[in-house]
């Protein structure tokens, strides 16, 4: 079965530095690859994807993330935190056979003022 | 609606009562998918719809967690004599087809508590 895996429990960032939400994941063929958002007492909302080409790929809200194949991740990043970035952020892999997603155990951020 | 509706958003029950949660998905959405999410666990899938038809119930967790979809739109959770281990936000997501490449638009859940 596809997973993915999100390492660290919360991270904390000072508002202004650069946001980093690390997820590996482990496939059979090519992955896709998602990121969600989910702000208190609210669904998830979609980020960004990654199904082919350029191994960057930007999302809403000023994120981006990096595909890399060598290192099978696929880290959220971005350039300069918001308060209001503060969420619960879960990545996510196509399940193959199954027309699903599964997703990780999700990342609390923490941006402080 | 323009999104995806969920009742209640919030449920309180005694052990052993059955409770239904029901979710209304984007019209013209013809995957419907249910997750379970727990405190510390991330999101565990329940189960699948595409239109009526549920080809993919492996992650109903036992025999008293049921689902059905009605008209290819509405579709209710039931779960049976509760148990507090039951107690979790559940998710409901749809898509205009099942996903491959496309996105999965979530309700905000309902929050349900055995007591």
């Known amino acids: 079965a596809q997973s993915v895996a999100q390492p660290e429990d919360q991270v904390n960032v000072a508002e202004g530095n650069p946001l980093t939400v690390k997820c590996t994941y482990s496939v059979s063929g090519n992955p896709y690859l998602f990121w969600y958002v989910q702000y208190p007492n609210r669904g998830l909302q979609f980020l960004l994807k990654y199904i082919t080409g350029d191994n960057l790929v930007k999302g809403s809200y000023g994120f981006e993330a990096e595909f890399n194949k060598s290192q099978t991740s696929f880290h959220l990043k971005k350039p300069s935190a918001l308060v209001s970035d503060s969420a619960l952020y879960f990545c996510a892999v196509r399940d193959y056979g199954n027309n699903r997603l599964a997703f990780g155990k999700g990342n609390q951020v923490v941006v402080i003022p | 609606g323009a999104g995806v509706s969920q009742s209640p958003s919030n449920k309180v029950t005694e052990k052993g009562k059955d409770v239904e949660l029901r979710c209304d998905p984007i019209s013209g959405h013809t995957a419907l998918y249910w997750y379970r999410q727990s405190l510390g666990q991330g999101l565990e899938f329940l189960i699948y719809f595409q239109g009526n038809s549920a080809p993919d119930k492996s992650g109903l967790p036992s025999d008293r967690f049921s689902a059905e979809r009605t008209g290819g739109s509405v579709s209710t959770l039931t779960i049976q004599r509760t148990q507090q281990e039951d107690s979790a936000v559940y998710l409901c997501?749809?898509?205009?087809?099942?996903?491959?490449?496309?996105?999965?638009?979530f309700g905000e859940g309902s929050r349900l508590t055995v007591l």
């Open positions: 997501a749809s898509s205009l087809v099942a996903v491959n490449t496309g996105e999965l638009f």
